[in-house]
């Protein structure tokens, strides 16, 4: 059985700094992995898809890597604003389904 | 035009009464899911059509019925709400159910706040 794992579960920083997010996973054996953004009373905003054969991508601020091997994977977002607050889910998908962790909420102060 | 709609928004009902949440997908998408939220905040697959085919079937109780009349509709039915059904219920949408690909992107409503009183 999946279990996904999201480190820091918060995280409070001022705008323009780069962040790091981290999520791990016990089962390797993924297709991929999708990141998410959940706004408040909102549904999720699909953020970068990754596959199981790729080390990263990147889609402006944002780039994301996996390391399927280790069942890991990182957000990293280049100066960050305060737009960019928001929760932050990842979720690799095996067989038909994703598996969700927890998220990290993320607060960028101004 | 919204991609993903979902109705009502927010539902309120006493314990034991039936209630059915609607979803709507417009982007010609063939596989479609239901997915809880808790209030501890984890979402959790419950269901997932392709082409009309129920193709996921998580644990859930018997009182939860996934119903597609078409493929760009997936309709979640509950009998005889119970107060630990209260949640936020999710529709998504993906192109296909082909794992690996690109189009395995999965596109989310706004999601319907459930309320048993």
Redesign the interface.
């Known amino acids: 059985k999946q279990e996904v794992t999201q480190i820091p579960a918060a995280l409070s920083v001022p705008e323009g700094e780069n962040l790091v997010l981290n999520c791990s996973f016990t089962d390797s054996a993924i297709?991929?992995l999708?990141w998410?953004r959940q706004d408040p009373?909102?549904?999720?905003?699909?953020l970068l898809?990754i596959?199981?054969s790729q080390r990263e991508q990147t889609s402006g601020r944002l780039n994301a890597s996996l390391d399927k091997s280790s069942g890991r994977s990182t957000l990293y977002i280049a100066a960050s604003q305060p737009g960019d607050s928001a929760?932050y889910?990842c979720?690799p998908?095996g067989?038909?389904?994703?598996?969700?962790g927890?998220?990290t909420i993320l607060r960028v102060k101004s | 035009d919204t991609a993903?709609s979902q109705t009502p928004k927010y539902l309120v009902t006493q314990m034991g009464n039936d209630k059915s949440i609607k979803c709507e997908q417009n982007l010609g998408h063939d596989t479609m899911y239901w997915y809880k939220q808790d209030s501890?905040?984890?979402?959790?697959?419950m269901f997932?059509y392709n082409n009309k085919e129920l193709?996921?079937n998580?644990t859930v109780p018997n009182r939860f019925s996934p119903k597609s009349p078409d493929k760009a509709h997936l309709n979640l039915h509950i009998n005889s709400l119970e107060l630990g059904d209260s949640a936020v219920y999710?529709c998504?949408s993906s192109q296909d159910?082909s794992?690996?690909g690109?189009t395995?992107?999965?596109?989310?409503?706004?999601?319907t706040r459930l309320t048993v009183l």
């Open positions: 297709y991929n999708q998410f009373g909102k549904g999720l905003t699909s898809l596959q199981s929760t889910l979720a998908r067989g038909n389904k994703l598996v969700f927890a998220g | 993903v501890k905040k984890f979402l959790k697959i997932s193709i996921i998580e999710f998504a159910r794992a690996g690109s395995d992107t999965q596109y989310f409503g706004p999601g």
